[in-house]
């Protein structure tokens, strides 16, 4: 059973910085791509970022590109967020989540989420 577990959130100030990881388990981390999405309150959800399984293709939403840095370690079966200059329209509830291939899918359809982890941007 494939488990997605966020955490690193919290509150900022402006213009400050803040690393999200997700850890998973259940299944062999090194073969899927994951990726980051966020949804903030009466907002749809929003791609942040993705990464396909080896690391070398990443994908990042237009509000974020620039400022956002998505990585992952496969020896630790985890993702990471790297957040820089963040605007208070960055606050939202962060979700990670995992694809059943090694690609980042065109359409977002990722099978499998985090309960997510809260980031509050503080003007």
């Known amino acids: 059973q494939v488990q997605l577990v966020e955490s690193g959130g919290g509150l900022v100030q402006a213009g400050g910085s803040l690393r999200l990881s997700c850890a998973a388990s259940?299944?062999?981390?090194?073969?899927?791509?994951m990726g980051w999405f966020r949804q903030a309150p009466g907002k749809e959800r929003e791609f942040v970022a993705a990464?396909?399984?080896?690391?070398?293709?990443?994908y990042y939403g237009s509000s974020v590109k620039g400022r956002f840095t998505i990585s992952r370690d496969n020896a630790k079966s985890t993702v990471y967020l790297q957040m820089n200059s963040l605007k208070p329209e960055d606050t939202a509830v962060y979700y990670c989540?995992?694809?059943?291939?090694?690609?980042?899918?065109?359409?977002?359809?990722?099978?499998?989420w985090g309960q997510g982890t809260q980031v509050t941007v503080s003007s």
């Open positions: 990464i396909n399984s080896s690391g070398d293709r990443l």
């Open positions: 989540a995992m694809n059943n291939y090694g690609y980042h899918p065109p359409n977002l359809a990722y099978p499998y």
């Open positions: 259940g299944r062999t981390f090194s073969g899927y791509a």
